[in-house]
């Protein structure tokens, strides 16, 4: 199988989830609130639109054991395919949904119903992303090749942020709250068309067909996990938790943060995002390769570091300009989070053999992402009470970083000692084949 391909197909899947579950994280703060929960308070409005948003997280845990059941037990391709109409398919209809003004309470219900099957279906689409590229990858290059699926996020959000701002740029407020918002959408229908061609023309993972012709597949894959595995899991989400809260501010709350608090124009907001995230698009794959050779843990630990010295600064310096806050923007989300995201899937699936390894991988990974994903709901109200202060928002993001920073300790440099079986696929060459 060409690896190229592969590597295609584990990222555009990746990059059209995360397009769609981030076009629903901008338009949370920005249409929804106004919308589908019209309130007297703006900032009830607002916490209720965000906690659809978190709804969406939630949901998150349930999508990794359904397609972490199918993965382990059907195959990665399967599972994988079924993951990207769920994503899009629900991302379309959003678009199409009438408003609150139209029908009622119809239209809160049918957001947050689309909302769930959006979040379930992304519950079941990182971990499999990422096995498609780790279980090609030849020895001596898992992390570059993990790195891959990764970049889904950064351009999925670029295309996501810059569909949102060309939109905005064409038209007035009032244009956009009717109409203008609903157009990135739509436009999911053609990357779900574009992506579906690609991943029909890969084979399954060599490291899955070998379970499968080995007779070794698990029974139940969760009950496998928590049976023999469950210390992994726990250290996964403990692991995954401080960046993720970083994560979910700076790529989403950011935009309700810098807009209503802090003066800046909505376009501003968004061009802040879309920079912080080309420069991942740099990050992800450089870091990817190196941790190959320095390996993983030692990046993990040192991103972490980053984030507890910069969680105050962050905070402090965003409000003075929009220079200072493009350039925070860089180096916290850009760098520091690119470089601990890039090696996420690779030192995470290496904690799990073969048979449970879709599910251990998403499930810990969901379980934590839906934590942070409540964010918004902590701090909205934070907002209200402390205003945008640096200590108080700070202060949170550390103890995170702090909890994430104390269980990495705790897991083996999975560069030298990890569950994969490395005979699965020989080292040929440190090249990949296009």
């Not at 219900?109 to 979040?119: A, D, E, H, K, Y």
């Not at 802090?262 to 698009?281: D, F």
Request: aromatic residues 14%; positive net charge.
């Amino acid at each position: 199988m060409n690896k190229g391909r592969v590597l295609f197909a584990s990222v555009s899947g990746s990059v059209i989830e995360w397009y769609d579950f981030y076009l629903y994280g901008t338009a949370t703060g920005l249409v929804f609130s106004h919308l589908f929960f019209p309130s007297a308070d703006p900032a009830i409005a607002l916490l209720l639109a965000f906690a659809t948003f978190g709804v969406g997280y939630a949901a998150r845990p349930i999508g990794s054991l359904i397609f972490g059941h199918y993965g382990d037990r059907l195959g990665r391709k399967a599972s994988l395919m079924l993951t990207l109409l769920g994503m899009g398919g629900s991302s379309l209809l959003i678009g199409l949904i009438p408003t609150y003004e139209q029908v009622g309470l119809l239209a809160p219900i049918l957001l947050v119903l689309l909302r769930l099957i959006q979040g379930i279906a992304l519950g079941g689409e990182w971990g499999g992303a990422v096995l498609l590229a780790t279980e090609y990858a030849p020895k001596g290059l898992r992390g570059l090749y993990g790195s891959i699926p990764q970049l889904g996020v950064p351009i999925g959000l670029v295309l996501g942020t810059f569909s949102f701002t060309f939109i905005s740029s064409l038209t007035t407020d009032a244009q956009f709250l009717a109409w203008g918002w609903r157009v990135p959408f739509l436009f999911s229908a053609v990357l779900i068309a574009l992506a579906l061609w690609i991943r029909n023309g890969i084979e399954e993972t060599p490291a899955f067909k070998q379970q499968k012709e080995s007779g070794e597949l698990a029974k139940i894959p969760v009950v496998e996990t928590f049976r023999h595995y469950w210390k992994n899991v726990f250290h996964l989400i403990g692991m995954k938790l401080g960046d993720g809260m970083f994560n979910v501010f700076s790529m989403s709350f950011i935009l309700v943060y810098a807009t209503t608090h802090l003066g800046y124009s909505r376009e501003t907001a968004l061009t802040a995002v879309t920079i912080g995230c080309a420069t991942m698009i740099i990050t992800i794959p450089v870091v990817g390769y190196l941790s190959d050779f320095i390996g993983r843990k030692i990046i993990y630990i040192s991103s972490l570091v980053a984030f507890l010295i910069l969680a105050i600064p962050y905070f402090t310096i965003i409000p003075k300009g929009t220079v200072p806050f493009y350039f925070m923007q860089v180096i916290v989300l850009g760098i520091a989070w690119g470089a601990i995201f890039s090696t996420q899937g690779t030192i995470f699936s290496e904690l799990f053999p073969a048979k449970v390894r879709y599910t251990g991988l998403s499930f810990g990974y969901q379980v934590s992402a839906a934590l942070a994903g409540f964010g918004p709901m902590i701090w909205t109200p934070m907002l209200e009470k402390f205003g945008p202060s640096p200590m108080a928002f700070g202060g949170l993001m550390m103890a995170g970083c702090a909890l994430s920073l104390i269980l990495s300790f705790f897991v083996p440099d999975t560069r030298k000692m990890s569950k994969y079986d490395d005979s699965v696929i020989p080292m040929e060459n440190k090249k990949i084949s296009i």
